[in-house]
RNA sequence: GGCGUGGUAGCCAAGUGGUAAGGCCGAGCUCUGCAAAAGCUCUAUCGCGGGUUCGAUUCCCGCCCACGCCUCCA
């Protein structure tokens, strides 16, 4: 096992990541709210995460993945209303696509995929506990709310300070005054009292009908999957505050002792230098960009090329840019394949058993180093790119080819291109008629050596917006 | 107002107290009749003004600009 260091939301400091027990870091994401399709931002985040355990699994560590989805709350009640469908119909609906998504930009799957209303006696047992250590109280309504001045740490995460004291943003925003009848406004709800517009969405609880507050689902759950394993949390960030304090506060004021200990938060995805906004029409869906003509792979290089804590300003252009370098990456992945004996399928596959954990990085050391520092995946990338100028222009040994052949593939399993999957070749479109011909005669003048002529219909094809490229002993025609 | 991030070549983007990785694009070269593909080579003094220092893009102060969270948004 080789060092890995995140930076710690908690400490703001990178810190070497420290399994609770035995070789194993549990690792909790919190997942999508399944009512729509995720969007790239999302899958920035989680395709973070992803390079996170890759990589971690890639230092020797087994990892266990925990990403729930999150299948109640106001957004995907709402839309089970408009829709006049069940709730579970909805949500099922959305997951499918979710997992769809997840698929095609090479995703691990996580070995554990809680649902909110798969859990509700974990919850609801939780907040019992909450309210027996006096850190929770229930109102009239039969909501239960979560006492803040009852955890003198609370903000710890965010480093908010007397959230009351700030909370001009947010009582200008009505707030649904009916609802809200905590003590404070800081205090955040544990269990939200049914109400009409939530439909037949509720259970029953010790407080009467009702469904859990957000907050309480990823508690809930990764204390379930996670209790012995509390190494690793994640979200984007605008989950630090308030979701994330507040599950610090539920949990440990419901177990008695730390949460986890490493918290690691994704900055935000800009496109066109902005925020994503239908309105701007610069919102986008991982199928909004296959259906542009790129490959997933190629999204994935684009959603992932830039530092993690770094936001990342999307644009098309930068699908061009992931395009060409992973052309190179996979032209390299070739070449250094075809002098060892080796496959790249079955390479990988010994490398996700964690087979090759202790084979040396030989070039690519520092492409890993970088990686595993915080995951900087754009310093690996660097890295790569020059050992790869260096290993074209030395001559190896078989060993040496062999060697780098491993070290570079590790580092492709750990970022997760699939590198089978990169086209190189422009998708093939049918000819018209007329440029079929045109192409046929320059061919034959080629034959004849008449240069002029071959060249003059190169020129008219090129104006018709084709291109006449010569294989060995046959053309092939495409779009310029 | 509070918490926080960033301003590095045409675009994207690492990084360091000692004169700046890499990718894309562009240009040149090699190879091909031409073209394409591929390979090689080339392209910045790091937002502005001060300060500390033998020396700062990197540390400190001020300013300008952009952005995020503080609303059950990844």
């Not at 925990?66 to 949500?91: F, G, H, M, Q, Y």
């Not at 799957?109 to 909110?116: D, G, H, L, S």
């Not at 990085?361 to 180093?369: G, L």
């Not at 995946?377 to 020059?386: E, K, R, S």
Request: glycine share 4%.
């Amino acid at each position: 096992m080789t060092p890995v260091t995140f930076h710690n939301t908690l400490s703001r400091q990178n810190e070497a990541i420290q399994p609770t027990k035995g070789n194993v870091i549990g690792m909790y994401c919190c997942g999508p709210t399944v009512y729509a399709q995720a969007h790239i931002g999302n899958f920035r985040t989680f395709l973070a995460q992803d390079v996170m355990r890759r990589t971690i699994q890639t230092a020797g560590y087994k990892v266990i993945h925990v990403r729930n989805l999150t299948d109640v709350d106001d957004k995907t009640i709402a839309k089970s209303v408009a829709e006049a469908k069940p709730l579970r119909e909805v949500t099922e609906h959305w997951t499918e696509v979710f997992h769809d998504d997840c698929e095609r930009l090479n995703l691990l799957k996580p070995q554990i995929e809680p649902k909110a209303t798969e859990h509700i006696p974990e919850q609801t047992s939780m907040i019992e506990s909450l309210i027996e250590k006096e850190n929770a109280y229930a109102t009239e309504d039969g909501s239960v709310y979560f006492r803040v001045s009852s955890f003198p740490e609370y903000g710890a995460l965010s480093r908010v300070k007397d959230r009351e004291l700030t909370t001009d943003a947010a009582s200008d925003t009505p707030n649904d005054s009916d609802e809200y009848e905590r003590d404070s406004m800081a205090d955040f709800v544990l269990w939200k009292s049914r109400k009409p517009t939530d439909g037949d969405v509720y259970w029953d609880s010790p407080w009467g009908q009702g469904r859990p507050g957000w907050h309480l689902e990823c508690s809930a759950m990764s204390m379930k999957y996670l209790s012995n394993n509390l190494d690793i949390h994640s979200g984007g960030v605008d989950l630090t505050f308030p979701h994330h304090d507040n599950e610090i506060a539920q949990s440990e004021c419901s177990c008695g002792h730390k949460f986890f200990k490493h918290w690691i938060h994704c900055a935000h995805l800009l496109v066109d230098g902005g925020k994503m906004s239908k309105s701007l029409n610069n919102f986008y869906t991982v199928d909004d960009i296959l259906k542009k003509g790129y490959q997933p792979v190629v999204l994935r290089y684009a959603l992932t090329s830039g530092h993690y804590r770094q936001t990342i300003n999307f644009t098309l252009d930068s699908l061009n840019a992931a395009q060409s370098a992973l052309t190179r990456l996979k032209k390299f992945s070739d070449d250094i394949l075809a002098a060892t004996s080796l496959k790249r399928s079955t390479l990988l596959k010994s490398i996700d058993k964690g087979k090759q954990t202790k084979a040396p990085w030989a070039k690519f050391q520092k492409a890993w180093d970088q990686l595993s520092n915080d995951l900087n995946i754009a310093g690996a990338l660097g890295a790569i790119f020059t050992a790869i100028k260096e290993i074209n222009s030395t001559e190896l040994s078989n060993e040496e080819a062999a060697e780098n052949a491993i070290a570079f593939h590790k580092l492709v399993y750990a970022l997760g291109y699939d590198l089978d999957s990169v086209v190189i070749e422009k998708p093939k479109i049918e000819a018209p008629e007329e440029i079929k011909a045109l192409a046929q005669q320059r061919w034959e003048a080629k034959q004849a050596k008449d240069w002029t002529a071959a060249d003059q219909f190169r020129a008219q094809l090129q104006e018709k917006g084709w291109l006449v490229k010569d294989t060995k002993d046959s053309y092939e025609i495409e779009t310029i």
